[in-house]
């Protein structure tokens, strides 16, 4: 986030000339992205129009050098677009084109570029017909959205009354888009992009995922980076996906002979990696086990207690699961698992429902219950009462029981607050069951 006390005190109208000797405009390579309004720099409202055009401009072959959320302010807001314009050659710009007094993306562009704005009569015409078509007044101040940055290109928006705005003067380009996405998207896919593809580099980027699981990051890149750093022209980045996932991602730009590499690349660590594979390809957890349980014609049914039925809606996800899933049981008391899953009563008053003994029992419970191949179960504290000494707050117990009375069973202490508990459980049961599925205990 830019703050004033190290900005001038005025936005610099933009004063660049890209355009080669030619009269041909240079290729767009990087861009920076501004998402405008107040509300994104409180905790209630997420900025997700940057990741969506991160992903559709990193297609185009353009890279995402910088993202910036400015408030209301219009001053704060022309000095970012000013410099964004200066360091790169294409700016967007999200939200602030509604017709309020905290709507300031058009006042703040104009100050940037050193342009007026201009009453567009069609545009004006457009935003009267929005009203009458749905047999409302048209309070006087919708009427700035018809306001253009001189030399702009309308985007029209079919879902709202704020068009979009496209200028370019000199190689660089300032494209302003709504901040709804059900607006911004369709305007983005119809109006900005097929104007972009011409300006980007056309073969854009290449990206390949690897996932892998119950393996901290400094593990991972421990045995990463001897491999990955042979290869300069690709960019491998370690990020933390869930508790308990880890995701490798690979990205070049897609150039003669690049994509070979990545292939290399991904199959040197997929080996280097290969007990701890979850996919080579960017697949979930519960996406393979459910393909590799569809591939043996076999079913799972699980039993969950501290985990309230977050295994079946992970696997529920994914669609055709019902080919494989047959159910579940949130056994979340002791009166329920012992009269839905058949844990003994013995078994909870000497060893508790977070113990060996009681995850077996859950385990077979879900597969004698809803008859599938495979029962997996699921006990613990998630917190943040409930410990002690003897069993501290985020202990629980695995099991995963099968065909020819295959029974597998594991406790894992994890760390942190309650939701991260109950998150770790839920992939290290799956990854319990792929294990076993795949004999890599």
Not at 62 to 73: A, C, L, S, Y
Not at 198 to 209: D, S
Not at 240 to 251: K, N, S, V
Not at 319 to 340: D, H, L, R
Request: proline fraction near 7%; hydrophobic fraction near 40%.
């Amino acid at each position: 986030m830019m703050h004033p006390s190290s900005e001038h005190s005025s936005a610099e109208p933009l004063r660049a000339k890209d355009t080669q000797q030619s009269g041909t405009p240079p290729p767009l390579t990087t861009a920076e992205i501004i998402a405008a309004g107040a509300e994104l720099l409180t905790p209630f409202r997420a900025d997700t129009n940057s990741l969506y055009l991160t992903s559709e401009l990193n297609e185009l072959g353009i890279e995402v050098v910088r993202k910036t959320i400015i408030g209301d302010e219009k001053e704060r807001l022309a000095l970012a677009i000013a410099r964004g314009l200066q360091e790169n050659r294409l700016v967007l710009v999200t939200g602030g084109l509604g017709p309020t007094e905290d709507d300031v993306t058009r006042p703040a562009a104009a100050r940037a570029l050193g342009v007026p704005l201009v009453r567009d009569p069609e545009q004006e015409n457009i935003v009267r017909a929005w009203f009458d078509g749905r047999q409302t007044p048209m309070p006087e101040r919708n009427l700035r959205q018809a306001e253009m940055l001189a030399g702009a290109t309308a985007l029209p928006n079919a879902l709202g009354t704020a068009p979009g705005q496209y200028w370019e003067r000199e190689g660089r380009v300032l494209v302003l888009l709504p901040g709804p996405p059900r607006e911004l998207q369709p305007m983005w896919r119809e109006q900005a992009r097929p104007r972009l593809r011409e300006r980007a580099r056309a073969a854009g980027w290449l990206h390949r995922t690897l996932r892998l699981g119950e393996l901290g990051e400094s593990r991972v890149d421990e045995a990463a980076a001897p491999i990955y750093t042979q290869y300069p022209a690709i960019t491998t980045t370690i990020l933390t996906a869930q508790p308990g996932e880890i995701e490798l991602h690979l990205r070049a730009p897609n150039v003669a002979g690049r994509a070979e590499q990545v292939a290399e690349l991904a199959d040197r660590l997929a080996s280097a990696l290969a007990g701890h594979l979850v996919s080579a390809h960017g697949e979930s957890l519960e996406r393979v086990v459910i393909s590799a349980l569809a591939a043996r014609g076999q079913t799972l049914a699980v039993a969950e207690s501290c985990t309230g039925g977050m295994a079946g809606e992970r696997l529920t996800r994914v669609p055709g699961a019902s080919q494989v899933f047959n159910g579940g049981i949130i056994a979340y008391t002791n009166s329920v698992k012992q009269e839905m899953l058949g844990v003994e009563k013995t078994i909870l008053e000497r060893e508790g429902a977070v113990s060996e003994a009681c995850v077996r029992a859950m385990a077979r419970g879900a597969r004698r219950l809803h008859q599938p191949d495979w029962g997996l179960a699921i006990t613990g504290i998630a917190g943040p009462a409930g410990g002690s000494p003897e069993k501290p707050v985020g202990t629980v117990w695995l099991g995963c029981a099968g065909p020819d009375d295959v029974l597998e069973v594991r406790a894992r202490r994890f760390h942190g607050e309650r939701e991260r508990v109950r998150q770790a459980a839920v992939f290290s049961a799956l990854w319990l069951l792929w294990q076993t599925l795949n004999g890599t205990m």
